[in-house]
T-cell receptor
Framework: SQKIEQNSEALNIQEGKTATLTCNYTNYSPAYLQWYRQDPGRGPVFLLLIRENEKEKRKERLKVTFDTTLKQSLFHITASQPADSATYLCAPDTGFQKLVFGTGTRLLVSP | DTGVSQDPRHKITKRGQNVTFRCDPISEHNRLYWYRQTLGQGPEFLTYFQNEAQLEKSRLLSDRFSAERPKGSFSTLEIQRTEQGDSAMYLC?????????????FGPGTRLTVL
């Protein structure tokens, strides 16, 4: 069955460092993959979408890579700030309109 | 603020009671989704509408759950005879259908607690 894996353990980093979050998927081939940010008690907020023919996508301090051979996407936040602390969810395309999310990785950026 | 609103934001009810939640999507969006999220998990799909037609329902959606989108604008999600296992955050999202990717905009959610 289709499976999406994100590191369930929180990632703790110091302000100014680069945070790297991983999303692995198995048993399907998404045409694109989305990343969302979720703050406690709030709905997810769309950040970036990367398509299968794009190796890398950037938006300000955010960078996403998509390796269809490894079946993996990496999400990077450079020059991280305490305000970047949140849970980050990946959602590979399933071929249907609905989104299927990973469990999310909680990022904690300390000053 | 994404432009998607949900009401109420919090609901506490006793087991066995019925509850109804409302979602107002972004006005030009024709697709509307309901998801459920429990602590430590990502949102799980429940159902989705394109305009007023309900096109897909998850197997998670038992007979006690019903959703409507009567005029293709706002939507309601009703849970009858609530159970403690229904306690969760209920999220609504909307999108504008286009070829390829469907980026969804989420509301703030309704947190349901069943006592």
């Amino acid at each position: 069955s289709q499976k999406i894996e994100q590191n369930s353990e929180a990632l703790n980093i110091q302000e100014g460092k680069t945070a790297t979050l991983t999303c692995n998927y198995t048993n399907y081939s998404p045409a694109y993959l989305q990343w969302y940010r979720q703050d406690p008690g709030r709905g997810p907020v769309f950040l970036l979408l990367i398509r299968e023919n794009e190796k890398e996508k950037r938006k300000e301090r955010l960078k996403v890579t998509f390796d269809t051979t490894l079946k993996q996407s990496l999400f990077h936040i450079t020059a991280s700030q305490p305000a970047d602390s949140a849970t980050y969810l990946c959602a590979p395309d399933t071929g249907f309109q609905k989104l299927v999310f990973g469990t999310g990785t909680r990022l904690l950026v300390s000053p | 603020d994404t432009g998607v609103s949900q009401d109420p934001r919090h609901k506490i009810t006793k087991r066995g009671q019925n509850v109804t939640f409302r979602c107002d999507p972004i006005s030009e969006h024709n697709r509307l989704y309901w998801y459920r999220q429990t602590l430590g998990q990502g949102p799980e799909f429940l159902t989705y509408f394109q305009n007023e037609a309900q096109l897909e329902k998850s197997r998670l959606l038992s007979d006690r759950f019903s959703a409507e989108r009567p005029k293709g604008s706002f939507s309601t999600l009703e849970i009858q005879r609530t159970e403690q296992g229904d306690s969760a955050m209920y999220l609504c999202a909307s999108s504008q259908s286009r070829q390829g990717a469907d980026t969804q905009y989420f509301g703030p959610g309704t947190r349901l607690t069943v006592l």
